[in-house]
């Protein structure tokens, strides 16, 4: 007889199999929220799968950092406002700015019983169309530490 290999997503404590010809979790490992962690883009991203009678609500969201006041930096401030309109045009209101910080946080429903594969492909499908908008954001945001320092030197 064959012996079939598992492989598993481990999150927090709960472990979601993967198995080659089945992809399922366990019912007994449902019955509680799911707190994750995971690197994306160069940011630090959380995320929280909360099971439901017959759909999990899952959020993700990170902390892009500041947005310098206008007389620190107006250019600067008007670019990042900018990127962000266009981010929330495309993907839905998913980036505000909160006490000067831009947060992402985006929500997305995942049918039951939820699978390693279903979760890691939810969260590629709520993460991957912003990347482009984090990428603009890291580049107005180098080139505001670039402009500080050369002002330092001066």
Known sequence: M????????IIGTRRFPLEIDRLTIDRNMSDQAVSF??????AAWWGRLDDGPRQARLSVGTDLGIVPFSAEAQSIRQSLTTIIAAANAHCGDVIRVTGGRMLIESRA???????AVALVGTITRVVA????????????QAFKNKSVAVRRKL
């Open 2 to 9: 064959e012996q079939r290999k598992t492989f598993g997503l």
């Open 37 to 42: 962690r995971f690197q994306h883009r160069a």
């Open 109 to 115: 429903q995942l049918e039951q019983p939820v699978s």
């Open 129 to 140: 169309p912003l990347n482009p908008y984090i990428e603009l954001i890291r580049t107005v």
